[in-house]
């Protein structure tokens, strides 16, 4: 075992008082200044005290990090000693003296956690009353995706699956309700449940035994939910990091899919083309015109399975493609990925279309600039322009402004302006189509290479 060299934080909760404290600096646990107000967060609270019972009245747990409650103790009749440690580095994270309290890391990611707990009697008899090294395995943990976006819970559901078939925990995740029907039952390996039943039982958290929550933290520059930065290592990704397993599978989720009949019976192609703010969108006028003329020459049927026909925001504003069919409108995300199992491909954005297609095992065009490769599942088939201004989105230098419908942190109200995607020539993309149609035999392969008019 080694002193950790930083000086790793822990909170100190003594009655109505809460400090944090280094483990330099833990010695210290007196303060007069009120615990902080919760913030508002869409994540589940854990549990008000720590759920597994020790002797003595100790309590702990890894529901938020890991947290040791001790019992108060009176001057005169004694002391506890609390040591928190990773049990993988032999880095001693916090080791001292309280008279009682909540002692809680500063890391709430996944940290093979090691907890001892002693006490020193008065007549000095040192009781080592706990000694536990965090299990996972025929235990219940809970993984919070708070989000109802579909990109970010379809990224970040194969990472915990894994950890489930992984660690052997029993593990209970919650969805949105409108994707739960399509990922309900379609993998063993864990629970799912919707977000909102789960936060209608106040009691819901009190059953874990370890509480992770998934999530983009943007100004978590201490690294306290995510052990590295999101933006540095990519959507899917950053789930595997905060779950302490291995990053490099891109395998996608398991769903619940009508395999039955074709929608329709020809060959077709499915596109979506709106996105949540405009720098995701494939901003070349007339980029998309060409691709379905294109598609349409190879003899497919192009199906646009946006949400809207329209979307945007103030004066701009987005239009289905010209030639496309209109398939959008308000229905089971079931039916969408039934149109996108049975497309011979798909062309789209940075999207949440982009991987539903991806989880039905469909080929995935994805037209991008403003995020890196690295941002997203791997295809041989993703579009980007190394010439423009790229990846604004995966530089931690500039955070993503969701009200800000027209962001764009490096040219914004400038010429270059969302060039990024603009720059990306209908021929690009349709030489990225082409060397799909040859690498699966399909219809279209044959036809000569394109050549822009």
Not at 42 to 51: E, I, Q
Not at 229 to 256: E, K, M
Request: a negative charge; glycine letters at 8%; charged letters at 20%.
């Amino acid at each position: 075992m080694t002193q950790a060299e930083s000086t790793s934080e822990v909170s100190i909760t003594a009655g109505n008082s809460s400090v944090a404290l280094s483990s330099e600096s833990a010695s210290s646990v007196v303060s007069s200044a009120a615990a902080s107000p919760d913030t508002k967060t869409p994540y589940l609270p854990a549990s008000k005290v720590p759920t597994v019972e020790a002797p003595n009245g100790v309590r702990f747990d890894f529901n938020d990090g890991a947290r040791v409650l001790v019992p108060a103790l009176a001057e005169g009749q004694g002391q506890w000693r609390v040591r928190l440690m990773d049990a993988e580095t032999g880095n001693i994270l916090f080791d001292t003296k309280v008279s009682g309290g909540l002692v809680s890391s500063a890391k709430k990611y996944f940290v093979p956690f090691g907890v001892d707990v002693w006490f020193h009697a008065p007549d000095g008899a040192v009781t080592h009353v706990v000694q536990h090294v965090m299990y996972l395995r025929g235990r219940k943990v809970f993984v919070q995706i708070p989000v109802g976006t579909l990109g970010d819970t379809l990224a970040w559901l194969p990472a915990v699956s894994r950890f489930a078939r992984e660690t052997g925990a029993l593990v209970t995740a919650t969805v949105s309700e409108a994707i739960f029907p399509l990922v309900d039952g379609a993998d063993p390996a864990m629970k799912l449940v919707v977000q909102g039943e789960a936060q209608k039982d106040k009691a819901f958290t009190e059953q874990f035994y370890a509480t992770y929550a998934l999530g983009l933290f943007f100004t978590d520059k201490e690294h306290v939910r995510q052990p590295t930065d999101f933006r540095h290592v990519g959507l899917h990704r950053t789930a595997s990091y905060i779950l302490g397993i291995d990053p490099w599978d891109d395998t996608p989720p398991a769903l619940n899919v009508d395999d039955g009949e074709r929608p329709i019976e020809e060959p077709y192609v499915c596109i979506a083309v709106q996105a949540s703010t405009q720098c995701k969108y494939w901003n070349n006028p007339g980029g998309w015109r060409d691709v379905v003329t294109f598609l349409k020459s190879c003899g497919y049927r192009v199906v646009c399975i946006d949400l809207k026909p329209i979307y945007g925001q103030g004066i701009v504003w987005n239009h289905i493609p010209y030639g496309a069919e209109d398939e959008t409108g308000v229905r089971p995300l079931s039916e969408r990925a039934r149109w996108l199992r049975h497309a011979a491909f798909f062309v789209g954005l940075s999207s949440g279309l982009a991987w539903l297609a991806h989880a039905a095992r469909t080929p995935v065009v994805m037209i991008s600039g403003f995020t890196h490769p690295d941002n997203e599942f791997a295809t041989p088939y993703r579009v980007i322009n190394w010439h423009s201004c790229n990846s604004c989105w995966n530089d931690a230098a500039h955070q993503f402004d969701h009200k800000d419908f027209l962001w764009c942190p490096r040219h914004a109200s400038t010429p270059r302006q969302f060039e990024c995607t603009r720059l990306i020539t209908s021929q690009q993309v349709i030489r990225t189509v082409q060397k799909l149609l040859g690498d699966y035999a399909l219809p279209g392969a044959d036809r000569p290479a394109y050549v822009p008019t």
